[in-house]
């Protein structure tokens, strides 16, 4: 299994126990160098960073202030890469003047989102629908969420005139972030097709870009569809150890 609910006191949160997520995450902060917050009883750090990453144990850089009770259990705070508040609890094995060295988590907590958490979409993102009996296809899909896309054009021209914003047979490919697929050689993209939508912002910059909010008008069984979507792009990202986009 890769998540289930649990309820702490600051709110609900989703549970990774898969060893491979949790070690590309991890990799990712130290990668990344992206602040830590340690805290256990009475007690909460400054920002630190994870320095280390092996099969048992990870390497934090000891905050200043690491108190007295250094052996207890210590809850490590930070924003993956998705930026979701998360964290993990890990036990303190070894110490040095720069160094706490810890077990390897077997657990990460996740804070449950916002309805419309949004994700930004890989490079080669695509999405066509129609409009007035007409195919639309455009290369640029900036984010994706349960309530809609974000689309860019280089374009100066106006797609929409007047009130007639509605589109149908809408269509979003998504490159997969993983290159390879072990039986086949090739993963393939990601489709999801919806019947309905409608454009409900068009801007066009200083730049000549225009910039489409389109929102999905969902059935109850295509919102199901779209909210499971885009979980599957978000752990997507965590499985691969990348940020958004």
Aim: charged fraction near 25%; hydrophobic fraction near 35%.
């Amino acid at each position: 299994k890769l998540m289930q609910n649990v309820v702490f006191e600051e709110g609900e949160y989703e549970t990774i126990d898969s060893p491979e997520t949790i070690s590309n995450i991890l990799s990712h902060l130290r990668d990344k160098r992206i602040y830590l917050y340690l805290s256990q009883k009475e007690y909460e750090s400054g920002a630190t960073v994870l320095v280390g990453v092996s099969s048992n144990f990870i390497d934090i850089d000891k905050p200043l202030d690491w108190p007295e009770q250094k052996r207890l259990p210590v809850r490590v705070h930070f924003k993956d890469g998705t930026n979701i508040r998360s964290h993990f609890t890990a036990n303190v094995k070894a110490i040095n003047e720069n160094m706490l060295t810890m077990t390897m988590p077997s657990e990460i907590f996740r804070q449950q989102r916002r309805a419309n958490f949004r994700i930004d979409m890989p490079h080669g993102s695509i999405i066509s629908f129609n409009r007035k009996d007409e195919n639309y296809e455009f290369a640029v899909v900036e984010d994706l969420g349960a309530g809609g896309v974000r689309v860019r054009i280089e374009s100066v021209d106006r797609l929409v005139e007047g009130d007639d914003d509605t589109i149908t047979d809408i269509v979003v490919t998504i490159p997969p972030r993983t290159s390879t697929n072990s039986n086949t050689g090739q993963t393939p993209p990601h489709v999801l097709s919806l019947s309905h939508g409608k454009i409900v912002r068009e801007i066009i910059d200083e730049n000549k870009t225009n910039t489409l909010g389109i929102q999905f008008l969902l059935s109850s069984i295509e919102e199901k569809l779209v909210i499971g979507f885009v979980r599957r792009m978000e752990f997507e990202i965590l499985r691969s150890g990348s940020r958004i986009g």
